[in-house]
């Protein structure tokens, strides 16, 4: 070993011992700072909670880890324990900056220049600038991270605050480390080269001025700009707060506009509904009018009738003549009896007149008629019920509606009629209309009609244009003051409600009303309690006291809903203007409508349970103030006891008396979506609102760190600062104080009025709007100036010294680099590799005598490379070969081999096409069996054959002459057969597979370039045609041998199953199942032959 070799390797051991003892000295170092950064953000996790700040902390104790291990684990290599350090570095930067916002810039410049630092201390030769790229690459990479939108980033006023002076430090400290530890090996570095001794002179030249200048302007402008952008950061605040407080103001106003528009709105639709009301129940009396006037001149015409008069005078007569007993007995509920056979006058008279009017009730639709007698006898009735044959003055029904009007028609002058109103009469309530029947001045009697009440209740039952909830109905005023209906109800009273029902408990003023012949219509609480609009109006008919009213449910009237399954239009009216809820009420208080329907949906404001919540208290401002008014926010017990505050307007008349209040519940929501708006705020502003009681009346961002639910009105969260104080007095302002927690805070604020002060109303008046920012954050771009600042000094010292190296480099390697190049080229040329060529653009004798270089390795480059091609080219084919015997020697199945021969010898040998022809039984025709490609299979599946004495066939020439034949142009081939599934084919070569001296088949292969083929490749093909013959020879022996074995083991296997039966039939249809099984046959048959004249002789 020589005394240089000793040396180099001395200097070597050494080296390695330095980088050994730095790789330790970054590790420890690295761990001391990772403990160090642990405790700060540890304890900042503690404090603030964040699940951020809690992810980077355990990133740090693993990199704590990471650097101890590269630390003590002094047996590993040193480049690994150096790169341990690096890469825990690069993992853990970009992993803070997805967590924390606003530190990537900076932590890439770090990241870069400390790994930087760290390479150039730890690793050696390539690995160190392996170590620079790393660095660099990564440190973008962290700063570019910071540009990713993750709204899930922390923001840490204190950490943007120190970060850039704490960044400066350790780049300032970074740098000093790596040039005192460097400065022996950065001297000799220097004086090894002229090169390396100017990139030092313009490296110091370039950045020297560069940093000097950078210093001086960015302290200068920093000094400017801070002043300018603490103002700007107050006036943005300002901006922001005044935006607020005009939005709020708007929303108040908005919402004033809102109430007086609705309740326009309402008040419109409901003197539409009570016109609508109005008009139906006018066009009701009028139907029950006519209808009344039909059958009073009705009664009174058939009542003058001379057959009526003449026949109502010989019922009478006969009647007397028979007497009432004699007739009942033979007429009582015979309805369709024309004459009974006693050969009476009275049955004479009977058959006339019962012909007429029997037929006159059926057209007319009356559910009876009766003839009376002025003694009261019933002498005559259609039906025949109970109360034919009877006396009304003495009889069963003396106290009867029917002899009621009996007994007024006895007074009734001629051509008049009379009325019985409703009462029970046989079971049933019924109505009657009559007339006297005079001939002349003589009172004959009198003709009643049963009325059908069921066409009176026809008529008031027609709903049309009333809604689900709006029907017309009639009342009566019996004579003993009581109120009951003349029509049945449907909508109300759960069937209850119909004719002669009596609801005087139930009526209301209205009704007595109409029943004293006034006609109106009014919103007013119904009969069973419900709020209603309606009409009504005295029926006007005499005999009877009747009244027409119509109505229909205030709740559908003021808010119809138009589509079925469609929200009604209050409702679509809340979730449009976003109110929580919308009421109507009641003049006296109680609420009709509500969309949400609390508990106090149907209850009294004014009296009821409710009656002390603000909205109570708000109706009845409304009520004596007949004018728009606000509730502020208090706790409602309704709505689950959330805060709530209310609008409320009256709907007057003509005369100003009010008919109905509209009330709306505000939506906390919009609310909080006005003041959560965050736009110029950062992550520790917020904007708010108190109200006089410096109670909140919005709800803060910041619920989790206060660890509440809300803050609206919660008097532990009470805002007592120097903003609230003043804002309740009225005043606007902005200052800097210490907010909850000693947290000094930028604020701004004014007043909102909510209506003018009045003594009776001297509280809530004035909301407050507070806009307020953490200071730390409101300087924040302050902080962030020196940062860019010193980013700018960083990245120009960067830019212009990496220029100036780049520079004095490219300088200095225009004097060394053609010399140093023609060195390497020619000692690696005497190491054996010719591609070298030496690059010069030089014309001097550096330059020549590169060129004569180049041309001396170029003539040896092409002897070497011809004699390499030819032996990498023949060796490539054999390796094919192998490999295509290898791949095919393992596989049994013959068409499985020869696909997977054609398959991989086209594509190993880069051919065109290849198939393969065997030679079949009869040894006269090759059959295509394989072939490449979908072409192959094509006619592979046609079952393409080539005669083997055929003259223009490649393919049979081949088979007869048992050797390789090539044509490298078929186009001039006469024996080639052209196929028009390979056009392209241009050469071809087939060669015989022969094994044992037996022609097996041709394989042929074809390729789309002219002269492709040569006798090297012929020899190479019938190699591996050979090892294809073998192989094919041992599939068949195979196929052979098993099916061989097959057969034994099926007849084994039948004989078997014959052997265990027992009888003759059953070894038969052993037999023929299991042969017909094993040959697949659908029908199998035996049949037995016996020999007559051998079983005589056994039997002899």
Do not use: C
Not at 16 to 30: F, I, P, Y
Not at 468 to 489: C, H, P, Q, W
Not at 703 to 711: F, N
Not at 1035 to 1053: C, G, I, M, S, W
Request: charged share 20%; hydrophobic share 45%; proline share 3%.
């Amino acid at each position: 070993m020589t005394q240089s070799t000793l040396t180099k390797i001395k200097i070597a051991k050494s080296t390695e011992d330095h980088l050994k003892t730095n790789t330790t000295r970054v590790a420890a170092s690295m761990f001391i700072a990772a403990l160090a950064v642990l405790f700060f953000y540890g304890y900042l996790a503690v404090q603030n909670g964040a699940w951020q700040l809690y992810v980077l902390a355990g990133l740090l104790v693993l990199y704590a880890v990471d650097a101890a291990l590269s630390a003590r684990m002094t047996h590993l290599p040193t480049d690994t324990r150096a790169w341990m350090v690096i890469l825990g570095l690069t993992f853990i930067l970009p992993a803070a900056t997805l967590l924390l916002e606003g530190v990537g810039v900076f932590f890439g410049l770090f990241l870069a220049v400390l790994v930087a630092a760290m390479a150039s201390q730890t690793l050696k030769g390539s690995q160190t600038k392996l170590g620079y790229g790393v660095g660099i690459g990564f440190g973008i990479l962290t700063a570019g991270l910071e540009l990713l939108p993750l709204n899930y980033r922390l923001y840490l006023p204190l950490t943007q605050t120190l970060l850039p002076t704490f960044t400066i430090l350790v780049l300032l400290l970074i740098v000093f480390f790596t040039i005192t530890r460097s400065w022996e090996r950065l001297l000799v570095y220097i004086q090894s080269s002229i090169r390396n001794r100017l990139v030092a002179i313009t490296t110091g030249a370039s950045l020297i001025p560069v940093l000097l200048i950078s210093l001086i302007i960015g302290w200068a402008t920093f000094a400017q700009v801070r002043s300018a952008l603490t103002q700007d950061a107050f006036e943005k605040l300002s901006a922001v707060q005044t935006i607020k407080a005009n939005q709020i103001a708007i929303y108040l106003a908005d919402r004033q506009g809102d109430m007086v528009a609705l309740s326009e709105t309402l008040g419109s639709v409901l003197n539409e509904s009570q016109a609508k009301m109005s008009a139906i129940n006018t066009l009701r009396r009028d139907q029950i009018v006519r209808l009344f006037e039909t059958w009073d001149a009705d009664v009174r015409d058939v009542a003058s009738d001379p057959g009526v008069i003449e026949g109502t005078n010989a019922l009478e007569l006969g009647f007397q003549e028979v007497s009432a007993s004699q007739v009942r007995s033979l007429y009582l509920g015979k309805e369709f009896l024309q004459a009974a056979d006693d050969g009476s006058s009275y049955s004479s008279a009977h058959e006339e007149q019962h012909g007429f009017f029997s037929g006159y009730i059926a057209i007319h639709g009356y559910k009876d008629a009766f003839l009376v007698d002025p003694s009261g006898n019933v002498v005559y009735s259609v039906l025949k019920s109970n109360v034919y044959g009877t006396n009304l003055w003495t009889g069963d029904y003396k106290d009867s509606n029917l002899a009621l009007l009996y007994q007024n028609l006895l007074q009734t002058p001629a051509g008049k009629s009379s009325i019985a109103d409703a009462a029970i009469f046989e079971g049933s309530y019924a109505m009657f209309i009559g007339t006297p029947i005079y001939n002349g001045t003589a009172l004959e009697g009198m003709l009643i009609y049963q009325l059908p009440i069921e066409e009176i209740d026809s008529i008031m039952s027609e709903r049309t244009g009333q809604g689900a909830t709006g029907d017309s109905f009639l009342i009566a005023m019996e004579k003993d003051g009581r109120v009951t209906y003349r029509s049945n109800r449907t909508i109300v009273g759960n069937g209850e409600f119909v004719v002669g029902y009596d609801l005087t408990a139930l009526a209301p003023q209205f009704m007595y009303d109409a029943l004293n012949g006034i006609t109106g219509g009014q919103l007013v609480i119904g009969s069973v309690g419900d709020v209603v609009i309606n009409a009504y109006s005295p029926l006007g008919i005499e005999g009877i006291n009747w009244a027409v009213i119509s109505r229909v449910a205030a709740s559908e009237a003021l808010s119809p809903t138009h589509l079925a399954g469609e929200k009604d239009f209050l409702a679509g009216y809340q979730e449009t203007y976003g109110y929580y809820d919308i009421f109507l009420i009641e003049p006296d208080g109680l609420i009709f409508y509500s969309v949400a329907k609390e508990s106090d949906y149907r209850t009294n404001i004014l009296t009821g349970e409710y009656k002390d919540t603000n909205l109570g208290r708000l109706v009845a401002e409304v009520k004596a103030s007949k004018a728009f008014e606000f509730a502020d926010f208090e706790f409602y017990a309704p709505s689950g006891g959330k805060p709530a505050a209310f609008f409320a307007i009256p709907v007057t008349n003509e005369n100003n008396d009010i008919v109905m209040i509209i009330a709306t519940q505000t939506s906390l929501e919009q609310l909080n979506a006005i003041m959560s708006e965050r736009t110029g705020l950062g992550e520790t502003g917020e904007t708010f609102i108190i109200g006089q009681d410096k109670l909140r009346r919005t709800e803060t961002r910041f619920l989790t760190e206060l660890g509440t639910d809300s803050t609206i009105l919660n008097e532990d969260f009470i805002v007592d600062t120097e903003a609230s104080r003043s804002v309740i007095e009225g005043e606007s302002g902005q200052a800097t104080f210490n907010d909850v927690g000693n947290i000094p805070v930028m604020a701004s604020w004014s007043p909102v009025k909510l209506s003018e002060t009045e003594e009776s109303n001297p509280e809530f008046e004035i909301w407050g709007v507070i806009a307020k920012m953490d200071v730390a954050e409101a300087l924040a771009p302050v902080n962030q100036l020196a940062s860019t600042l010193g980013l700018v000094v960083g990245l120009a010292v960067l830019g212009i010294g990496s220029l100036a190296v780049l520079l004095g480099a490219r300088f200095a390697t225009n004097f060394a680099n053609p010399i140093i190049n023609l060195t390497n080229t020619a000692a690696q040329v005497a190491e054996g590799n010719m591609d070298l060529v030496v690059k010069t653009d030089s014309v001097d004798e550096i330059g020549t005598l590169s060129n004569a270089f180049n041309t001396m390795t170029s003539q040896l480059r092409e002897l070497i490379g011809g004699l390499e091609g030819r032996v990498a080219a023949r060796t490539k084919e054999l390796a094919t070969v192998a490999e295509v015997g290898t791949a095919t020697a393992t596989i049994l199945e013959t068409d499985k081999l020869l696909q997977a021969v054609v398959e991989l010898s086209k594509e190993r040998f880069g051919l065109y096409h290849s198939h393969i022809y065997l030679l079949d039984e009869t040894g006269e025709k090759l059959v295509l069996t394989s072939g490449a490609g979908e072409p192959g299979r094509i006619m592979a599946a046609e079952k393409r054959f080539i005669p083997i004495n055929r003259e223009q066939s490649l393919v049979a020439r081949a088979a007869r002459e048992r050797k390789g034949v090539i044509v490298n142009d078929v186009t001039q081939a006469p024996d080639f057969l052209p196929n028009p599934l390979l056009p392209h084919t241009r050469s071809e070569l087939a060669v015989p597979m022969i094994v044992a001296g037996k022609l097996i088949g041709v394989f042929d292969v074809q390729s789309d370039q002219v002269g492709r083929f040569t006798e090297s490749d012929v020899n190479i093909q019938t190699t591996l045609a050979a090892q294809v013959a073998t192989s094919i020879q041992n599939v068949r022996v195979f196929e052979q041998a098993k099916a061989q074995a097959d057969l034994e083991t099926l007849v084994n296997t039948i004989g078997q199953k014959i052997q265990r039966t027992t009888t003759v039939e059953d070894t038969l249809q052993t037999a023929i199942r299991e042969v017909g099984l094993a040959l697949g046959a659908a029908r199998v048959s035996a049949s037995l032959q016996v020999n007559r004249e051998k079983n005589k002789a056994s039997e002899n």
